[in-house]
C-alpha cells in the first residue's frame, strides 16, 4: 500500500509543547512531500493558524480547519463547511453562561467571545494559540448568534473534573440529532455540526484529491482524532497520547511531540 496524503493534526502532534514545528518535523515532511505525497493539516484551529503553519512547512495545498467544519482548496477557497443551527447555539450559549464557562464562537476566519463574561486568561490562550486576535462582544447572543450560526463552539475551563461535568450537562441537553460533543484536550470541549469531524474532513480531502482513504496516513494524538483514526489505513498516534487513543492507532511513535512525532511516523512508513 502507498500513502499518497498524510494529514497532521498541529497540537501535541506537528508541533512541541511552544507551539514551534521541530526541525526533524519539517525536514521528513519536506522530503515525503519532494515523493510527490500531499500534506494536509486537519485542525480543530481556526483557518488562519493551520493556514500559518502550512507556510512554515513551505507546502500550499487544502487543509481543514475548525475540527473538520470547514475544508479550504489551496486557493484557499470554502469547498465544505458545517454550521450549527439557530436553537442549539442559543442553548449552549445559556448553558455556558450560566455555568461559568468561557465560550468561543467560530466562523470562517475569526473567533468571538464575550468580553463581559469570558475568562481573560482564557481569551489570552485562544489569541496565542490560534494566533488570530478574537473579536470581543458585550453580547454574543445579541451581537453574534442572532446574526449567523458559526462553525463551531469552543468551551474551555482549567479544571478537568469540571469541563467533564459540563460536557455531560451538554449531552444531556442538547438533541444528539443537531449537535454533537467531544474532548480535544483536558480543558476543551468542541461543540460541532452532527456530521463535522476529522473523519468528514479526511473523506472530504480524499474526495477532493481522488485518494482511496486505504492510501491516507493520519497523525494525532487526542480523542477527536480518533475520527480520523477510522478514516485513514495508517493512524499514528503520539507517546504523549491517552493510552485509549494509542490503543485504536496502527503504530505508537517513541517520540513525544517535543521529539519529533511527525518524522518517526514518515521514517517508519517512508522509509
Known sequence: MSIKLICLDIDGTLVD????IPPVNLEEIRRAASLGIRIAITSGRISPSTQHYMKQLGINGAVSSLGGAMLENENHE??????LDRQTCSLVNELANSNGMTLYAYYHYHWYADGTKASPYWMNVEKTITTVRGIY????????LDHFCPNKFLVSEKDFD???????????SCDPAKVKF?????????????DADKGNAIRGLCRYYGIDKSE?????????DLFMFKEAGISVAAANSPDDVKAQATYVTKADCNQGVVAE??????P
Open 137 to 144: 462582544v458585550n453580547d454574543l447572543q445579541k451581537e453574534v
Open 265 to 270: 511516523a514518515i521514517r517508519h512508513f517512508i
Open 78 to 83: 470554502i469547498i465544505e463547511e458545517y454550521t
Open 216 to 224: 491516507v496516513m493520519v497523525c494525532g494524538d487526542y480523542y477527536n
Open 17 to 20: 509543547d511552544n507551539k514551534n
Open 162 to 172: 469540571k469541563t467533564v461535568s459540563f460536557m455531560k450537562l451538554l449531552q444531556d
Open 182 to 194: 467531544f474532548m480535544s484536550g483536558p480543558t476543551y470541549i468542541e461543540v460541532m455540526h452532527p
